[in-house]
């Protein structure tokens, strides 16, 4: 029964389309050939709108808002934090610190700082090269990380999060009344800490998955509900809460 349950918040997460489904561009602003910085292209950008970002390195902080759109042509690196509200579509771009309040899609993008998710994120092609946290009522979905250059550690803190085809090369950890869903993805660290820690109140799903690493696969008094999970070098078993294994698909 409980495989049944967090299944269907599984679907949930996955019948859920991107913000990116069907966006028309109103209108192009195009960075620096027309407005000399991003920050000045905000100021004019209306929902709608997208703003184009041609190569360079751009050290400023962004409020990106409902409906505003940006892209990169070329190499483009934002170096300082961004902030996104509402909904929107982010695509080739390194940004240092991000953080997400919306409903956002992310393609082709680097995350090399921070990352923190406090509203939904669809993301797809992304390089994440620092820790992530998901706080409160956060939707996070992931998918095609670039296996070498992938998550450091995941915080999920009541929040439902989705990973598909990816790798977290840290720690991962759930608390609050968290479900984390892992669908062919590799969970790897090279220290002897817990590699999954689960309070007693979430659940790690994890299907088709690899571990790899010194420390215990999964800790904790939460539940963990596994299918084809392969388990790498001196990785242990799974100790505290309920461990359930389901039959292979």
């Known amino acids: 029964m409980a495989f049944r349950i967090h299944d269907l918040n599984r679907q949930q997460l996955l019948s859920i389309p991107p913000p990116s489904s069907g966006v028309q561009f109103s209108h192009i602003l195009h960075v620096p050939s027309k407005y000399p910085t991003i920050n000045s292209a905000l100021l004019i950008a209306k929902p709608d709108h997208l703003i184009e970002i041609s190569s360079g390195i751009y050290q400023e902080n962004l409020l990106v808002k409902e409906k505003i759109h ?3 042509v070329g190499e483009v690196k934002i170096i300082g934090k961004v902030v996104l509200e509402g909904n929107g579509n982010l695509s080739n771009l390194e940004i240092s610190e991000l953080e997400n309040n919306g409903n956002r899609s992310l393609s082709d993008c680097q995350i090399s700082k921070s990352l923190t998710i406090k509203g939904s994120l669809y993301g797809h092609n992304l390089s994440i090269l620092c820790s992530t946290v998901v706080k409160g009522q956060a939707i996070i979905r992931l998918s095609s990380l670039i296996p070498s250059k992938s998550s450091f550690a995941l915080l999920a803190q009541d929040s439902d999060v989705l990973l598909e085809n990816s790798s977290v090369l840290g720690p991962l950890s759930l608390e609050g009344k968290s479900v984390v869903h892992c669908n062919q993805v590799s969970i790897a660290d090279n220290t002897n ?12 799903q994890l299907f088709n998955c690899i571990v790899s690493g010194g420390g215990t696969i999964k800790s904790g008094n939460g539940t963990s509900i596994r299918s084809n999970l392969v388990a790498l070098g001196s990785a242990k078993e799974l100790i505290g809460g309920e461990n359930v294994v389901v039959p292979s698909v």
């Open 70 to 72: 940006i892209t990169g």
């Open 193 to 204: 800490v817990d590699l999954i820690e689960v309070e007693e109140n979430s659940t790690i």
